[in-house]
């Protein structure tokens, strides 16, 4: 069913984020449930949908701690470093030449000797050539657990409907990534060398929404371009590990991975590349929506 303009429902479009839901949960994408059934509820507040978010939030859960376990080791006090045990060489003659062990049937396993070689005397020997230097894998991002994220535009209707009920709904703080130059990474943005503005090429476009970062806990909430993060950020301007955000005090704090603390407050900016985070309390969050209202 669709409207007179030629765009799905909001009934049509809220069975497809459902079904692409349940499908993303049947595959173990718990981070992309998550986000469409947040996408859902923002179109059809039910039982159902409550009900499935919490199911969603918990298994992926379940799956961060299980991931943090495995990748732990073993317990404290047991080592796991293992010992290699040294080859040892056959013993062979000076100037002979060795014979494998398990000759065939009639084959003689008698070595010949063989004339030692002198080294060669030409004064111009050529030097031997340095090792070749190859260039390791960045190491892996430390995992922390994602936060959901909705477009600001889907807020900012839920705002309207909801009123002065939507701060109950959401009393948490937002990090909210502004419009700006895009150039997304893609697949490879776990292994891509974080780029200069100057040197990524020209941008796509500038969208016209967006994207809000709920931040619920204490943290540490990390932030970058790599996977794992608690806030993805894909641009190649943008770092892989900018820095994790943490609840001290009574406030949030950015603690940066080159070194130093930002204390936030609300509308505080975080800068890297072409990428701007703005920092919102769950006050002036509500404000900002406000703000964007008609009339």
Request: charged share 20%.
């Amino acid at each position: 069913m669709t409207s007179p303009t030629g765009k799905p429902s909001s009934d049509q479009r809220f069975e497809e984020l459902v079904a692409s839901a349940r499908n993303d949960e049947d595959a173990g994408r718990w981070d992309s449930a998550s986000l469409k059934w947040n996408l859902a509820k923002s179109l059809r507040d039910t039982p159902e949908v409550a009900e499935s978010l919490a199911r969603v939030a918990a298994r992926g859960a379940r799956a961060y701690i299980s991931t943090q376990t495995t990748s732990e080791g073993a317990p404290p006090g047991i080592s796991t470093r293992t010992t290699p045990t040294p080859s040892v060489p056959p013993r062979t003659t000076p100037g002979t030449r060795p014979v494998p062990p398990s000759a065939p049937p009639g084959i003689s396993t008698r070595t010949t000797p063989t004339p030692a070689r002198s080294p060669p005397t030409t004064p111009s020997a050529r030097p031997a050539s340095p090792p070749v230097l190859r260039q390791s894998a960045p190491p892996p991002v430390v995992r922390t657990p994602s936060m959901p994220m909705m477009l600001l535009s889907v807020l900012q209707r839920q705002s309207l409907l909801l009123g002065a009920g939507f701060a109950t709904r959401y009393p948490h703080a937002w990090l909210v990534w502004e419009l700006g130059p895009h150039r997304p990474a893609g697949e490879e943005r776990n292994v891509l060398d974080t780029m200069k503005p100057s040197q990524a090429g020209t941008p796509k476009a500038v969208g016209t929404d967006p994207l809000c970062f709920a931040l619920f806990g204490p943290g540490p909430l990390r932030v970058g371009r790599a996977d794992g993060c608690s806030i993805v950020v894909d641009d190649v301007t943008f770092s892989r590990d900018l820095g994790v955000l943490i609840f001290v005090d009574g406030r949030w704090a950015f603690d940066a991975t080159t070194g130093g603390r930002l204390e936030l407050d609300a509308g505080s900016r975080l800068q890297n590349g072409d990428v701007t985070l703005s920092f919102e309390t769950s006050e002036s969050f509500v404000l900002r929506l406000t703000a964007l209202s008609p009339g």
